[in-house]
């Protein structure tokens, strides 16, 4: 044997595994024995690592590397005519196809991105199609040879699918499947499941591995890996013998006439069936797993309806058992419109979040096919939405606290829309107005911007404990929203500005997650994980009923399309649908998928509704918000409402303002009706207790008592930083140089005064002697004093800004809550 060059020989395989069965005329001439091929076999096989192949010529075994860097190489097959070898790699989820000259290899080019891991592959060297299993997902799927048109052809009753092979002559198609009911069978190459039938189903099968096909003599070879055993039967399952047993663990197998050889995974070697015996031919230091005999006969030439104008088919002519001898198919998750031609897209479609990934289900199709988009940076994907106006979704992640967008389709940039979010449950799309709300349960707020994240505004900030999912009807002017406010759970309405805002349902609530909207019906539906129900409303808070309260072990995500409700169970690891007003006519869409959160499905790129924000913005310089009686141009932090009540502008005077787990500001100028009151959002807030404003430089320092820490951001709510967050006992008055660019606090509990450069470094303490309980800190650095008051005391005391000539200069001044100086 010659492996890289080098002649070696190979062992005999053990006796007590030598069977007498007369098939074969090969003899190997290993260790004495003699090797008699008719001539040269050419042997294709996969290990983990690489590509290989063996050429037998007499006595002689050359091995050579066709390609490495594979992780985790599974099925192969080949393309005769095209001079093509095709692999499938488990660990790229992908299947890969390399061009040959001669037996050396010219280019290697990506044919399929599989996403998923596939065990079986098979070629249709007529049609030029690859079969392939996915034991993983439970499927038997096709694919044009660019990989441009796939379709999954069988997912009902297949239980870890394995071998497949093609019959073209026959357009026969045949697998083995060893789930819990072990099975090999055969159907026609286009999928019709009238054609679908079960060879073999008995207790005479385990594992059954590798299959192959004699196309002359039309029979079918396996082994079973359980079993050790390889058998043959005909084509239509009948007169089944077994050939050989105590196999090791035998895998894959390939034949060509007489000659037979399968892969063994424990003994790390090709075998064959030779004179009656079972012999190793070869072994190598790594397990083979999939072996094929390159030889043209294998693939011999034949006639199609399929060669001619493709059978007229736009996407897929298959071969089929019908008397036009094909049929025409489309890629998964595409609609068959005639008897040749495909819709161009989808129409229903469900998107998914499975916190690291987001995928897509076509619902136009039984299969319910989950395709991944192949997106970056997905950490810890919650919540999802779908806008039909450009065609793309939102997602927000909490991980790195961000709302994306993508086009539905995966393709093209992923774009950050809006940052600086603490913990965004729930998003929800006016697709008129072009707005994007989004709960946040860090925060305990409901925040809008525009779809591109800019203008950002408070729209719900007092009376929040935990707000969860969130719903918008555009054309109604309503904004909904459930709370799991552990003392009263429930599910708010508002406009969608924020105003009129009541409590819809707060009885009988645990955990409402999901919430969806039926425009048709005016009613809103939830989902509770806690008393494991889902639920429906009318908008006004009505007609409250149960639509389905059995199997519902832990839901999360819910939506709505047409006639049915859509939800996502983490417990049960699936998403399924129901009649929206009887919960009957229940169906699993997937199952088994880990990670399980929101979920939505729409109608692509169907625009309805109306809104008077739809044309112009409403004429709003910047936010425009529709009501159930009128719309109103709102601003965004930093802006201020002019007065026709559209434009916005930058205020030259505000006043900064805290609210215990928020901080806002007020127009100085303008404040008519508390327009112009907004809560900025700032993230990781506590309880604050003071504040300071460095507007030269735009930035905000507080003191966080709760968190005992000392914090700073931009003014618009952006670049938040604990700059302190250690030493300290009960900060309180915080004032800031903007000169020296330092910042002043005292410490209650620690009895002193603190100063320490804009980062929080250079920290020192300025006065600690005769400190009793310093507040109302404020300082002067033009003129390098200090002022603060002494509680107990009861006085107003004054120092240098190093902390030095501490005097007193105002006694008996009582409870004061505040200083200022002009």
């Known amino acids: 044997m010659i492996v890289g060059g080098e002649m070696v020989s190979g062992p005999l395989f053990p006796a007590k595994f030598i069977l007498f069965v007369g098939l074969l005329g090969i003899f190997l001439h290993q260790n004495g024995a003699t090797t008699d091929t008719g001539g040269s076999i050419n042997l294709l096989f996969t290990t983990y690592q690489d590509i290989r192949w063996a050429n037998v010529t007499g006595s002689e075994i050359k091995i050579d590397v066709l390609t490495k860097d594979l992780i985790e190489g599974a099925a192969i097959d080949f393309f005769a005519a095209r001079k093509l070898v095709c ?187 030779s004179g009656g015996q079972v012999r190793e031919l070869f072994n190598v230091s790594v397990s083979p797993i999939s072996v094929r005999i390159w030889d043209q006969r294998v693939q011999p030439h034949g006639e199609t309806p399929c060669q001619v104008a493709n059978g007229n088919c736009s996407h897929l002519c298959l071969l089929a058992q019908n008397p036009q001898g094909f049929s025409c198919a489309c890629p998964t998750g595409i609609r068959l419109i005639d008897n040749t031609t495909c819709a161009d897209h989808p129409t229903d479609m469900l998107f998914l979040v499975q916190r690291t990934q987001i995928s897509r289900i076509s619902l136009d199709t039984p299969d319910f096919t989950s395709f991944p988009l192949m997106l970056n940076r ?72 525009r779809m591109d994240g800019s203008s950002r505004y408070v729209v719900i900030n007092e009376n929040l404990k935990e707000p969860r999912a969130i719903a918008v009807a555009p054309m109604l002017g309503w904004l909904f929203w459930s709370d799991w406010d552990e003392e009263m759970p429930k599910i708010e309405r508002a406009a969608l500005d924020g105003s009129e805002r009541v409590v819809l349902v707060s009885n009988d609530l645990g955990w409402p997650n999901g919430l969806a909207l039926d425009f048709s019906e005016n009613t809103v539906y939830w989902c509770d994980a806690k008393t494991d129900k889902i639920e429906v409303v009318g908008m ?121 787990r928020g901080l806002g500001r007020i127009s100085v100028e303008r404040n008519e009706g508390n327009y112009n009151d907004q809560i900025t959002p700032y993230k990781v807030i506590r309880e604050v207790y003071a504040l300071d404003v460095d507007d030269t430089w735009g930035m905000l320092f507080w003191t966080d008592r709760r968190s005992k820490s000392i914090q700073r951001a931009l003014v618009n709510g952006t670049d938040v930083q604990k700059i ?54 404020i300082v002067e650095p033009r003129r390098g004093a200090m002022y603060w008051t002494e509680q107990q005391l009861e006085v107003i005391q004054k120092a240098g800004m190093d902390g030095s000539e501490v005097t007193t200069i105002a006694r008996k001044v009582g409870d004061v809550n505040g200083l200022a100086s002009r």
């Open 87 to 273: 692999w499938a790699d488990q660990g790229r989820e992908r299947v890969e196809c390399m061009k040959m000259n001669g037996m050396k290899p010219a280019r290697r080019d990506i044919v399929v991105a599989a996403k998923a891991k596939v065990d079986g592959l098979a070629i249709d060297w007529l049609t030029e199609k690859i079969y392939w299993t996915v034991s993983e997902t439970n499927k038997i799927e096709v694919t044009s040879l660019d990989g441009r048109y796939r379709k999954v052809l069988f997912w009902v009753d297949v239980d870890q699918p394995r071998g497949i092979a093609v019959v073209p002559a026959q357009k026969l198609l045949v697998w083995t499947d060893w789930g819990e009911s072990p099975k090999i069978e055969a159907s026609s190459m286009d999928g019709d499941p009238t054609s679908r039938k079960v060879l073999v189903k008995d207790k005479g099968i385990f594992w059954p591995n590798g299959l192959a096909v004699d196309l002359e003599q039309e029979l079918i070879y396996w082994v079973d890996g359980k079993l050790h055993t390889l058998q043959v039967m005909r084509l239509d399952g009948s007169d089944r013998r077994t050939l050989a047993t105590n196999l090791i663990y035998p895998y894959s197998l390939t034949m060509l006439q007489e000659h037979i050889f399968w892969t063994d995974w424990q003994l790390y070697a090709i075998n064959t069936l």
């Open 540 to 660: 006004n808070g009505s007609n409250r009923r149960v639509i389905l309260l059995e199997q519902l072990p832990h839901v999360f995500g819910l939506s709505l399309l047409g006639d049915y409700i859509y939800w996502s169970d983490w417990q049960r690891r699936s998403i399924e649908r129901a009649h929206k007003k009887k919960g009957t006519d229940r169906l699993v869409i997937v199952d088994q998928h880990p990670d399980l959160m929101g979920l939505k499905v729409a109608r692509l790129r169907e625009v309805n509704g109306t809104s008077p924000c739809v044309v112009n913005n409403g004429g709003c310089s910047h936010l425009c918000f529709n009501r159930p009686h009128d719309f109103v141009c709102r601003c965004p932090i930093n802006y201020e409402l002019a007065a026709d009540q559209r434009t916005c502008f930058i205020p030259s005077a505000y006043l900064f303002f805290s609210k215990m």
């Open 378 to 449: 997905v950490k810890y994907a919650i919540a999802i939405d779908y806008d039909p106006v450009e065609d793309t979704v939102y997602w927000s992640d909490g991980d790195v606290h961000t709302i994306r967008r993508v086009r539905q389709d995966g393709q093209g940039p992923v774009e950050t829309i809006v940052s600086a979010i603490a913990h965004a449950d729930g998003l929800a799309l006016d697709w008129l107005a072009r707005n994007l709300y989004w709960t946040d349960t860090g925060m305990d707020h409901i925040e809008v911007s």
């Open 724 to 777: 302190v967050d250690s030493g300290l006992g009960r900060p309180e008055a915080i004032a800031v140089d903007w000169l020296g660019r330092n910042i002043f606090w005292t410490d209650v509990e620690l009895r002193r005064i603190e100063v320490a450069r804009w980062d929080g470094s250079s920290r020192k303490v300025l006065v600690w002697k005769s400190v009793e309980e310093p507040k109302n800190l």
